[in-house]
């Protein structure tokens, strides 16, 4: 069975191309674009890992990973910061397994994604 992976983002089109990377590996890709709509998917099922942009309209993706971190029902929950903030300390800081730059790391995703499963 493929992995489930949430990608949460307010541009479509970062979506779109994230889904389409990560699905030609394989993984089953699930999309929301705001930190409300994250955790009410992640409410109705939890994801093997969740893809996580920052900058976003209403609740951002610093607060959808404390809250997140914060439920110790979703310990087994991985994510992975993509966004083009440079705040790496405050990202680690909320509690992301990983932290990858939009603008450069974007190819790597599918690598750290495999990297990140294959630890939990």
Excluded: W
């Amino acid at each position: 069975m493929a992995e489930k992976i949430l990608v949460v983002d307010d541009s479509k089109l970062v979506t779109d191309i994230v889904k389409m990377r990560l699905s030609m590996y394989g993984y089953e890709v699930r999309l929301a674009h705001s930190g409300e709509e994250a955790l009410a998917q992640i409410a109705d099922e939890v994801p093997d890992l969740m893809v996580l942009d920052v900058q976003m309209p209403g609740i951002d993706g610093y607060e959808v990973c404390r809250r997140l971190r914060n439920n110790p029902a979703l310990d087994e929950l991985r994510i992975i910061m993509l966004t083009s903030s440079d705040d790496k300390h405050a990202a680690f800081e909320a509690g992301v397994d990983d932290y990858l730059n939009k603008d450069i790391d974007l190819l790597n995703l599918p690598n750290r994604v495999k990297n990140i499963l294959e630890m939990h």
